[in-house]
């Protein structure tokens, strides 16, 4: 048995998940495991960075299915790339919504407007001020 190995307990600690979440993505193939202590499972230390991007990807929208198409991805594969594409302008929606909602939700701790959702600053920042088609 190496030494610098993990066993289940530590990377499900490190790693922020559940040991089912690290046996559910070693049966998807998303990671897999050094071998046995006894009866726990251990694994290499770059598994930790493994699962920071898989944390990563399932945050971003990605099912388990793209994420193992993803850690796959070699650039000759066009299909993946225009994926990958797409979701980062997903993401670059969801993230000026995010930050308008941010912005409003800021604004409206410190807004005297009855009622605040009617204050035009509060419209305004959560985008709502914006011409309608």
């Known amino acids: 048995m190496n030494e ?19 046996r559910f993505y070693e ?11 006894g009866l726990r499972r251990t694994y290499h230390p770059d598994v930790l960075e493994r699962l920071e991007l898989i944390t990563c990807a399932r945050e971003a929208g990605f099912s388990v299915a793209e994420i193992d198409r993803f850690l796959a991805a070699r650039p000759g594969d066009p299909d993946l790339r225009a994926r990958m594409a797409d979701r980062a302008a997903d993401l670059d929606e969801q993230i000026g919504r995010l930050t ?12 005297d407007h009855e009622p605040i959702v009617k204050c035009p600053d509060f419209k305004q920042a959560l985008g709502n001020g914006r011409a309608r088609p």
């Open 27 to 37: 049966k998807k193939g998303l990671i897999a495991s050094a071998g046995r202590n």
């Open 100 to 111: 308008r909602l941010r912005d409003s939700l800021r604004h409206a701790a410190v807004c």
């Open 4 to 22: 610098g190995w993990l066993d289940i307990a530590e990377v499900a600690q490190w790693a922020g998940l559940a040991p089912s979440a690290l």
